[in-house]
């Protein structure tokens, strides 16, 4: 059983930044593919970026050249760092832990792109 948790969402300008983390239980990276969905208001959830067992990333063309994934396989912990944010980025974020049979979701955290 893999649990998630996710923090630092928050509330910023347009064009600002914030810098998400996933805390898995466990090392989770040799086995899953983790990422980034997000849902808005009026929305279906969506992905905004994926790093596959391999290391290999992708990325929603929406945040392409804005948004970085990464993770730190010692600390178990995901993170996506958010630059120049648009008020469209606003959304709960959900960290995603996946294999072909199973799908592990957090809590989300909220965060709201505003001036």
């Known amino acids: 059983q893999v649990q998630l948790v996710e923090s630092g969402g928050g509330l910023v300008q347009p064009g600002g930044s914030l810098r998400l983390s996933c805390a898995a239980s466990?090392?989770?990276?040799?086995?899953?593919?983790v990422g980034w969905y997000r849902q808005a208001p009026g929305l279906q959830r969506e992905l905004v970026a994926r790093?596959?067992?391999?290391?290999?990333?992708n990325y929603a063309d929406s945040v392409k050249g804005r948004f970085t994934i990464s993770r730190d396989n010692a600390k178990n912990t995901l993170y996506l760092q958010m630059n120049s944010l648009k008020p469209e980025d606003t959304a709960v974020y959900y960290c995603?832990?996946?294999?072909?049979?199973?799908?592990?979701w957090g809590q989300g955290t909220q965060v709201t792109v505003s001036s």
């Open positions: 995603n832990a996946a294999t072909t049979i199973k799908n592990y």
């Open positions: 466990g090392s989770i990276f040799s086995i899953y593919t």
């Open positions: 790093i596959f067992k391999t290391g290999s990333t």
